[in-house]
């Protein structure tokens, strides 16, 4: 993949992560930690990875197609669609407001471009996933399915109807993503209910498993991204575990799950932009 250096990539995440700390602090709710996580995913997805067109369509016909499953990281996914063009980032400033189209999990029924399927209540976002990628298969249309859900989500049952579903049904053009960040909203996934070994979990499965150990690095993140597109059109679905750490790129949010879901103060979002560099212009 060469559309972007590795070094624009990384300026388009800097202004998303301040992006993300700003639309919380505005509105003082909101999830920061998992969205600063995904941030060089979710970067390399849609201004790398995904073969799209500029003008949404929701029917998604001969485009690659991107589910959030775990919807309450909106803030990272509304900032990366107002970057990549689907509407103006001034409009994140209207972030989980009353009438606003970013709502604090999204929806279809605000019409925000870039959104598929309304998500936040979790354990859902595979399921629609391999409906989509069926469908593009019944069309004969070979533009891929993408679908990011978190680790903790993974406790939900239906993940595991979807995961028995789709080798069945050998859905080579899907690949979806754990943020594998070992946290959750009460604490560790280890301690709060253990996923035990993933890797041999989704392998049994049926799923083609790889993993991606450095996913706050673009560089690992766009080989990691390159290695799985080339593993679709096998008769396996894709899986990759993605490591990341929750609150990435903001000091005292990493390392904790504390910040899965509350908002900086004024003073902590000083500090939080003061490690962001401003590269695509504050909304
Ligand atoms: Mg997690």
Known sequence: MTKNSIHNLEAISSQVRRDIVRMVHACQSGHPGGSLG????????FFEAMERHQEFNLDGIGEDLFFLSNGHISPVFYSVLARAGYFDPAELATFRQIDSRLQGHP????????VRVASGSLGQGLSVAIGAAQTKKLNRDNSLVYVLMGDGELQEG???????????????????????NGAQIDGATEQVLSLGNLRAKWEAFGWDVMEVEQGNDMASVIQGLDD???????????????HT???????????SHKWHGIAPNDEQLASALAQNAETLGDY
Request: some cysteine; aromatic content about 8%.
């Open 245 to 255: 750490e929750m609150g990435s790129g903001v000091d005292f949010m990493m390392g």
């Open 38 to 45: 995904c941030t060089e995913y979710l970067v390399a997805l």
């Open 158 to 180: 239906q993940v595991w109807e979807a995961a028995t579903y789709a080798p069945h049904n050998k859905m080579d053009n899907i690949i979806a993503a754990v943020d594998y």
């Open 228 to 242: 799985a597109i080339s593993r679709t059109g096998k008769g396996k679905p894709v899986m990759i575990l993605l």
């Open 107 to 114: 929806t279809t029924h605000e019409g925000l471009p870039g």
